[in-house]
């Protein structure tokens, strides 16, 4: 089952999690997948942000904290022992500039209002999640997949990104038009 974490303020875990276990939304059998729209351009657009840095922040601040000390955060770590992973939501075929060149800005610099590539997403919540998982498994606590919504539609250069950056991918269709593609996905 999937609930959404924007990026737009740091408080939205906790608001999340305070309603979860205060709701008592728990059970044996059920664990979440957080999903991350992909908005950055609607949120810049409306000042919600002031660049992509910020929503990264406001996704992974949080958890870094609450893993560092439990009791910053105590309903966050209670649900977090629920959750199994990360989704990136969006729809893929809307047109995107790939920006496959050395000068791309980081994420501190990416303020114009044009969403971020597909590939630019991925990557940095990859590389959050990775460090996020190491700093968790030393201290014991379970660790998060990353399982993005890829390959409905859009170019197939999202597969072979989400390929390197991601343990799976939800849906994954348009892996019948690139059969060595889809080989490496089941080697996988």
Not at 88 to 99: L, R, Y
Not at 149 to 174: K, R
């Amino acid at each position: 089952t999937r609930l959404s974490i924007y990026g737009r303020s740091m408080s939205e875990w906790d608001k999340l999690a305070d309603w979860a276990i205060n709701n008592n939304v728990y059970s044996d059998n059920v664990r979440w997948l957080i999903q991350v729209p992909r908005l950055f351009d609607i949120y810049r657009v409306n000042n919600c942000v002031e660049n992509f840095q910020q929503i990264l922040v406001n996704l992974f601040q949080p958890l870094f904290e609450v893993t560092k000390d439990p009791s910053s955060h105590p309903s966050l770590h209670r649900f977090l022992q629920y959750v199994t992973g990360f989704d990136s939501v969006d729809d893929e075929s809307k047109p995107e500039n790939p920006m496959f060149v050395i000068d791309v800005p980081t994420p501190d610099e990416w303020d114009d209002q044009e969403n971020p590539p597909y590939s630019y997403y991925l990557y940095y919540m990859f590389a959050n999640i990775t460090v996020l998982n190491h700093f968790r498994e030393e201290r014991g606590l379970n660790t998060f997949v990353f399982r993005p919504h890829c390959g409905e539609a859009g170019p197939i250069q999202h597969l072979v990104s989400a390929f390197m950056m991601c343990e799976s991918i939800s849906h994954g269709l348009l892996l019948r038009k690139v059969p060595v593609l889809q080989y490496l996905y089941y080697l996988a």
